[in-house]
């Protein structure tokens, strides 16, 4: 069993649901991103998504690519993320990390060097943006054979065929992207992703986590009462924006941002 799938378990047996952050890796230091992760745990993270940083990253809204901008100025690349990863575990062998990015950095480096660099780091999963399960042939039996959570988007668009064959390839979780557009684009329709998320369950038995247009302590309820978790990331990397002048003053303000979004999913009922 994968940290992953070990944690939304013991949380679905808890009644519970899920809190997965995302940050991008690098921003806005590289030295910081460490210590900003056991911030968000400390806040209530049951899972984190850490960012690739990559040059062109078309899924996201100006907010992450300007967050990627920072990071990759400081010369963030792949393998320091790995090695951001690594030193992380030295404090927190817990915590699921997914490294959410795109294909240009994993190919780069080679999937198989890739794949191993993620299991010795301490990697749980693996969100690639713009690598459709059509075209993973040659890198999931990479990431199957070392235990590592192949996780990717479902849409608002997708269909039921394809929700079924995605699902096929998929581990630990599903990202439901809530609304058509990139991120912090738009503003979640919480009925219409109820809607979707149930009928995303009639067709697969893997968790189903919403991402996209969760702000806030109300908003991250409200998903989080038709969902199996919500994935919070454009409102995290704005605030990294607006506090990157004082490091102890961003991880307050990143504190501040997530913890009620915790108390918020646990105050839901069972």
């Not at 939304?8 to 009644?15: A, C, D, I, P, V």
């Not at 990071?71 to 690349?77: D, E, K, P, Q, V």
């Not at 998929?170 to 503003?187: L, P």
Request: negative net charge; contains cysteine.
């Amino acid at each position: 069993m994968s940290r992953i799938e070990g944690v939304l378990r013991t949380l679905r047996e808890q009644g519970r649901k899920a809190l997965i952050p995302y940050i991008t890796a690098g921003d806005p230091h590289p030295d910081q991103t460490v210590g900003l992760m056991h911030t968000l745990v400390d806040a209530g993270a049951d899972i984190i998504e850490l960012g690739v940083p990559f040059s062109d990253p078309m899924a996201d809204g100006p907010v992450i690519q300007q967050a990627c901008e920072r990071a990759l100025r400081h010369g963030t690349s792949l393998r320091q993320v790995l090695a951001m990863v690594k030193t992380f575990r030295e404090k927190d062998d817990a915590t699921p990390i997914v490294l959410m990015g795109y294909l240009n950095p994993m190919e780069a480096m080679g999937q198989e060097k890739f794949a191993d660099g993620a299991v010795d780091a301490g990697v749980d999963g693996i969100l690639t943006v713009d690598l459709p399960p059509e075209e993973a042939d040659e890198v999931a039996p990479l990431f199957t054979a070392r235990n590592l959570d192949a996780i990717f988007l479902l849409a608002p668009t997708t269909t039921d065929d394809r929700i079924r064959a995605i699902s096929e390839h998929s581990s630990g979780y599903v990202y439901y992207v809530s609304f058509k557009g990139v991120t912090g684009a738009g503003k979640i329709d919480v009925d219409e992703v109820a809607a979707n998320v149930a009928h995303i369950h009639e067709l697969t038995a893997l968790p189903v986590a919403v991402g996209f247009g969760i702000r806030d302590a109300a908003t991250a309820a409200a998903v989080g009462q038709v969902s199996d978790g919500v994935i919070v990331g454009s409102v995290l990397v704005d605030t990294i924006a607006r506090n990157q002048a004082d490091p102890d003053q961003l991880k307050r303000a990143l504190s501040d941002l997530l913890h009620p979004m915790r108390e918020a999913l646990d105050s839901l009922p069972s």
